[in-house]
């Protein structure tokens, strides 16, 4: 969203050096694995954070965002970073991680924008951060690769800001497109890029309620795992196969049914890239669905405007799928709709949300103008 007369030359009087940018997500299948050592199965969005910057002699970093507040800009000294609960400790975050791997970052003057909306769970954050580190690497001339990139963008959100995420968003930030599926290994952070079926497009609807991960929920349902982890003597919830269905029905609950969440989540992600290869439309579209009921049920991360969404969607004829996608509590669906039908499925979908009092859903990828 650029507002006029706010250029970088506007803001900070000289041009601009360089600008790099980095793209929203969508999680097609694989939620709340990553923390798990799971699979993940993201797409790049066509929404972006875009960075511009130019280096300053005197240390100071001055950073300029149109995206919080109607404008705002922030100031800080290079190697001075401190957590201060704002926006601007994702940029400070970058900057830290840096220094900490021994890059002499020098002062600069930034400017951010991004059409990736905030708090819609397709990771506006780690565009975010995936930006301003390619940006920070092009004016350094930094020689990291784009695995690296994402690892730095993960350490400045989890470590420096405090919001214990796991590594799919920045990953996906880093190295997704949007015509490729890009499966993840999050264990080892390798990846595998499956291209997206021709006859289907992706429709990603906003319930316009809004998610908080560094706290509430989210960090609650990463403890729990960890615990059920603990539990079945594995060291991570990926360690424990289908095979365990017995000993994850004897935990004690919530742990019973979280384990089985990811368990049974990380097998459907396995199964969609195999659904992805075959051109099995339906067979994918019914891996969204359970991975929704999924994260409904056992999970319980899903809100009843958002079952309310996937509903309407399932509801539409051409609908091959549709679930909650991101860390949950609000945010968007994803649904996987007959190329062509996704602008229509999309307007019956926010139309019947608006029956309700006091619901707002938007269409953010596959609407008319996408
Ligand atoms: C958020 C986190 C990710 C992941 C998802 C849930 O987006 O940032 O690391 O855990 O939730 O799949």
């Not at 601009?16 to 999680?27: F, K």
């Not at 001055?62 to 704002?86: C, N, P, W």
């Not at 264990?187 to 990603?204: D, H, K, Q, S, V």
């Amino acid at each position: 969203m650029t507002v006029q007369g706010n250029s970088f030359e506007a803001v900070f009087g000289r041009p601009a050096a360089l600008v790099a940018d980095a793209p929203g997500r969508v999680n097609l299948i694989g939620e709340h694995t990553d923390y798990n050592g799971g699979y993940v199965l993201p797409t790049a969005i066509p929404q972006k954070t875009r960075v511009e910057v130019a280096p300053r002699e005197d240390g100071l970093i001055r950073i300029a965002t149109m995206s919080v507040r109607g404008g705002t800009q922030l100031v800080y000294r290079a190697g001075e970073e401190s957590r201060r609960g704002l926006w601007l400790d994702y940029v400070q975050g970058v900057t830290a991680v840096l220094r900490g791997r021994g890059v002499a970052v020098p002062g600069f003057d930034a400017r951010i924008t991004s059409t990736v909306p905030l708090g819609s769970g397709l990771s506006s954050s780690a565009s975010l951060l995936v930006a301003l580190a390619r940006a920070l690497r092009a004016m350094l001339g930094l020689s990291i690769d784009d695995v690296e990139i994402a690892r730095i963008a993960h350490a400045a959100e989890h470590d420096f800001v405090g919001a214990p995420v796991g590594t799919m968003d920045q990953m996906a930030a880093s190295l997704a497109d949007e015509n490729t599926a890009l499966l993840i290994d999050t264990r080892t952070l390798a990846f595998e890029r499956i291209p997206l079926p021709a006859e289907a497009e992706l429709l990603i609807v906003n319930s316009g309620v809004t998610h908080q991960h560094a706290s509430g929920g989210y960090k609650t349902r990463r403890a729990e795992c960890e615990r059920a982890a603990a539990a079945l003597g594995v060291p991570q919830l990926r360690d424990a196969d289908e095979a365990a269905e017995q000993r994850i029905a004897s935990l004690p609950a919530p742990l019973d049914r979280r384990a089985r969440h990811v368990v049974t989540e990380n097998a459907r992600v396995l199964a969609a890239v195999a659904a992805l290869r075959a051109g099995d439309l339906g067979r994918l579209g019914e891996l969204f669905d359970a991975s929704h009921r999924s994260m409904r049920d056992d999970f319980e991360v899903s809100v009843p405007a958002v079952d309310d969404l996937v509903e309407s969607a399932r509801a539409q004829p051409d609908v091959f799928g549709a679930r909650l996608t991101g860390g949950g509590f609000g945010g968007s669906i994803v649904a996987l709709v007959k190329r062509g039908c996704a602008a229509r499925v999309g307007q019956a979908v926010v139309e019947a949300y608006a029956h309700a009092p006091n619901r707002r859903a938007t269409v953010l990828v596959g609407g008319p103008v996408s």
